[in-house]
């Protein structure tokens, strides 16, 4: 599982109200990814990092900003939840396997904006 | 925009038939995934490919860099082979960009 973890797995929230959403990695990935997966719709990239205090944007940005004070953990915050952010959080890594790059996933936090 | 087609959307399948799942995508790419996600679980990646074919266990992964098509086979499905599976690729020049993902097809093997 390259050593990630998510948090909280699981939360329901109301409309308005700021959430944050947290990746931790241990074995020191320098790329790391927040998606979202919808049905209809697969997995969509949100926002990724290329190391400590560089991030840029993905595919579907709007509402969300992240923030990476230190390599092993970044985070995914909505400032004001809305019930189009309902919907499967997934972070991923990127390393090297076998001379080519590679993405591993953490187990997903389902989030239900009301 | 770049775009990632996989098929069928959904099959069923009775157990022991080969299954072939088909993924096609529009511009170079540098590398292709294909991805195993089980109905409330996380995702497994099963195989990533830049050319030619790979294989593990009952497992094949095919791809044709002119054709721009990959696909998945499984021999002798097993109902534990249900689950959803995502192509997904890696455009070239992506530098450290995200992947762009199938909508993924939806496999159910019945005993």
């Known amino acids: 599982d390259a050593g990630i973890t998510q948090s909280p797995r699981h939360k329901v929230t109301e409309t308005g109200t700021p959430v944050t959403l947290r990746c931790h990695q241990t074995?020191?990935?320098?790329?790391m990814y927040w998606y979202r997966q919808d049905p209809g719709h697969g997995l969509r990239l949100i926002h990724y990092s290329y190391g400590v205090k560089d991030t840029d944007k993905g595919e579907v940005s709007d509402g969300y900003s992240v923030s990476r004070s230190k390599t092993e953990d970044f985070l995914l915050t909505l400032e004001s939840a809305t019930s189009s952010q309902t919907s499967v959080y997934f972070c991923?890594?990127?390393?090297?396997?076998?001379?080519?790059?590679?993405?591993?996933f953490g187990p997903g936090t389902r989030l239900t904006v009301l | 925009k770049n775009e990632v087609e996989q098929s069928p959307q959904n099959l069923t399948a009775q157990e022991g038939e080969f299954i072939t799942i088909n993924c096609s995508y529009s511009?170079?790419?540098?590398?292709l995934h294909w991805l195993q996600q089980h109905p409330g679980g996380g995702i497994v990646s099963l195989f990533m490919l830049s050319s030619g074919k790979k294989k593990h266990g009952r497992l094949i992964a095919t791809i044709n860099i002119q054709e721009k098509h990959s696909s998945l086979h499984i021999t002798a499905s097993h109902p534990r082979d249900s689950a959803v599976y995502i192509c997904a690729v890696l455009y070239s020049g992506g530098g450290a960009d995200g992947l762009t993902f199938g909508k993924g097809t939806h496999l159910i093997i019945q005993p």
């Open positions: 074995e020191n990935h320098r790329y």
């Open positions: 511009v170079g790419i540098s590398a």
């Open positions: 991923a890594i990127r390393t090297r396997v076998a001379g080519h790059n590679e993405q591993f």
